[in-house]
């Protein structure tokens, strides 16, 4: 077993999202390392794309503060080369700064899987990646001993859903609901059907987009998911200290509260539902 | 994106097999509202000047001005045959919303159109268009607030609606279908000029010049002549200012993605961009707001790659000369988009043969304030002095 179907594997997985570099490269890394310390059990660190069109407002200016901080791909490694947690990590990013990383087109993506292993990635999100293009990526991913998640939106259906499952690694992102990322009131009533319709899979289930408290984190692991991704709650924290002007140790504070928060309702939602029955 | 599923299926079934007649209705509405077919008309002065038949497909005479309502019309008819009861969709130049927001209208469906600020500023004619025909104009302000950045926001839209929504995609750009779809929409432009100068001229044209933003009115103009191999076609895009890129910025300064970007993933297309070494994209530039994009058709660029089809540029000064030109000795005021191609013609035609078909893709009159702006600003060849309209504009 794998680190990150391991980290799975003990109960239900609190996976927290955040921007590499932001709103730069040092504070980032405490912010990190807060989420570890709040009891992140895999987090997925977005590598920056220049268009970053399935994230919401959030998300949006998350990866600008990080763009116009001087993150690259070559600072991404870096970053995760000197973090110091102790969780699987998963990066984030969009399809062309995979494609295009390397000096050699016949590598291309080969390169970049090869350099973020080297780094400590174990697995990668790309939302831009269709299933029917990932192969090459995938080879590279089984190479590296790499993951491959894949998002499954509530509309996602027939063929399509085929091919995600015979690709899909380490775990499959469960879309509570449609549209891009943000935190949202309330939990998306679509969720329990996506959960369904994906009860015969073998990869855990983490559903994400959306969830902002420890309440919703506890609704959706009820529902049956193995696992809740948490994004714009999290860049919220890092946005409202940034504008505050507030330091680094501030906010960390916050963030490993607020993953803690998180954390336990996921726990909290485990005992009070007893996990459905997968046949 | 089952979006993508459900919009491949419903473009093989209606518009390839023409299912209920999906076709066949298009071709009508493309006849009585759009005003199809448009005229091939035969530039005297230019010709005469040029030492060169030259041949203008007058898209700028469909309705709304330029050839986007083909593509238009074709996309708004299909989400009605699909039982979607929203359009969403992106504008640069205007022309597109323009043209989406009239045929959804004409076929009474609510429309919303995502165009950047900065456009909006430059195109503000069109805008008040789009909102007379009924559409919501939903400003842009990310990154330079052009066609790039509006196109990410009507993605996100269309994340969150697809159940009732269709984007009307304005460009050959995007994922599968819809390079192949606007194509095909757009194809009507080479079917009638295909005819039309074998009519007129007795021959096929020797060459076929287009400018390329994204690449529908080139697609379009090109489609029907890929095979004739004697026809030798021009995609001309916009040099800007200047072909370098400012790296440190982040800017291109102009929107020459097939003369100088390189193979890349953007809006769910493998094609030519620009963009920097590590994969980010570029903001472009251009004078005109329709060319202005960091990337291109990933069919354009194949054929470009394996050079069938020839990727030039002219800059900015080019396509203002280029405008004033076919202004003031052929009476007919061409969008600042297509100007690039009459640039072109300009420039290079003494290597073009002697029979040449040049797609006017558009009007000019969104762009008559950005042009006495920019003339005024610039030592324009052939310009009339712009100092008494530039007062007016203050
Ligand atoms: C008149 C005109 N021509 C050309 C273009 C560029 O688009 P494309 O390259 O897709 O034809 C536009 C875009 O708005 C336009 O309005």
Known sequence: MNAIEAAFAEGPAFVPYLAAGDPDYDASLEYVEALARGGADVIELGLPFSEPVAEGPTIQAAVNRSLDAGMTPERFFAFVEELDVDVPLVCMTYYNLIYRYGDDDAERPRAFVERAAAAGIEGFVVPDLPAEEADPLREACDEFDCDLVFIVAPTTQGERLDRIMSRVSGYVYVQARLGVTGAKADVSAQTGQSLDRLAEWEVPKAVGFGIASGEQAGEVVAAGADGVIVGSALVDIVAEGYEAGEDAATVAERLEAKARELKDGAVAGAQRTPRPERT | ?394
């Open chain 2, 1 to 394: 994106m089952p979006a993508i599923e459900e919009l491949t299926d419903a473009y093989e079934r209606y518009v390839l097999d023409n299912e209920d007649g999906f076709m066949d209705e298009f071709r009508d509405r493309l006849r009585d509202f759009g005003g199809r077919p448009t005229p091939l008309q035969h530039a005297e002065r230019l010709s005469e000047r040029y030492d060169t038949e030259v041949y203008l497909k007058r898209e700028d005479l469909l309705h709304g001005g330029a050839h986007k309502l083909n593509n238009a019309l074709g996309q708004v008819l299909l989400a009605k045959y699909m039982g979607k009861e929203r359009i969403v969709a992106e504008t640069g130049a205007g022309q597109h919303g323009t043209a989406t927001a009239m045929a959804a209208a004409h076929l009474d469906m609510p429309c919303e159109v995502y165009m950047g600020e900065t456009d909006i500023n430059r195109q503000r004619p069109n805008v008040f268009r789009m909102r007379l025909n009924g559409a919501d104009v939903t400003p842009v302000t990310a990154g330079r607030g052009t066609l790039k950045e509006a196109i990410n926001e009507t993605m996100r839209d269309w994340a969150t609606t697809v159940e009732n929504t269709h984007y009307v995609l304005g460009s050959v750009v995007g994922p599968h279908p819809f390079p192949a779809m606007v194509r095909d929409f757009q194809a009507v432009i080479s079917e009638e000029a295909r005819r039309q100068v074998r009519g007129q001229a007795g021959r096929l044209p020797d060459s076929v010049l287009a400018c390329a933003g994204g690449g529908s009115n080139t697609m379009g103009a090109f489609a029907e002549f890929v095979s004739d191999d004697g026809v030798d076609l021009h995609a001309v895009e916009a040099g800007g200012s200047s072909l370098a890129v400012d790296e440190e910025r982040g800017v291109a300064p102009n929107s020459a993605s097939l003369s100088t970007g390189e193979e890349g993933v953007l809006h769910g297309a493998r094609t030519r961009l620009l963009q920097d070494d590590d994969g980010q994209i570029l903001e472009s530039h251009s004078v005109s707001a329709g060319l202005d994009y960091a990337g291109v058709g990933p069919e354009l660029a194949h054929l470009v790659d394996s050079g069938r089809v020839r990727a030039t540029n002219v800059d900015d000064d080019a396509a203002l000369a280029a405008f004033h030109r076919l202004s003031s000795t052929e009476g007919i005021i061409p969008a600042l988009e297509s100007a690039h191609a009459l640039a072109h013609l300009h420039e290079a035609h003494d290597d073009l043969g002697d029979t040449v078909v040049v797609n006017v893709s558009g009007r000019g009159d969104k762009d008559l304030e950005t042009v006495i702006e920019e003339t005024d600003r610039r030592e324009i060849d052939e310009a009339p002095e712009m100092d008494v309209f530039t007062e007016g504009l203050r």
